[in-house]
Nanobody, 124 residues
Framework: QVQLVESGGGLVQAGGSLRLSCAAS????????MGWFRQAPGKEREFVAA????????SYADSVKGRFTISRDNAQNTVYLRMNSLKTEDTAVYCC?????????????????WGQGTQVTVSS
């Protein structure tokens, strides 16, 4: 089992920045690729970003590319999501997820463990 706990969400004005953190415990963190997903009210969950086990490979949704940066610190068992130039449409609950599997990390079913999420609200 892997436990994931997100933090860092909050209320921010459009154009502002936030950094989300996801702390992992329970298993060897470096064995897992990590992803961030988000879900806005009335909408389906969507992929935001993913990072490989060693942090070398990263992928982003087109909607956040150039604004968001995913990173990880395997010594601290933590994955981060730096969000810049936030827009009102970024408002959502953001969840981190972990997988030992391979393949397309943009697909939510690839992930084995999920955190509870942290709310991000961007005001105009």
């Amino acid at each position: 089992q892997v436990q994931l706990v997100e933090s860092g969400g909050g209320l921010v004005q459009a154009g502002g920045s936030l950094r989300l953190s996801c702390a992992a415990s329970g298993r060897t963190f470096s064995n897992y690729a990590m992803g961030w997903f988000r879900q806005a009210p009335g909408k389906e969950r969507e992929f935001v970003a993913a990072i490989s086990r060693n942090g070398v490979s990263r992928s982003y949704a087109d909607s956040v590319k150039g604004r968001f940066t995913i990173s990880r610190d395997n010594a601290q068992n933590t994955v981060y999501l730096r969000m810049n130039s936030l827009k009102t449409e970024d408002t959502a609950v953001y969840c981190c997820a972990a997988t030992m599997g391979g393949g397309d990390y943009e697909l939510a079913p690839r992930y084995d463990y999920w955190g509870q999420g942290t709310q991000v609200t961007v005001s105009s």
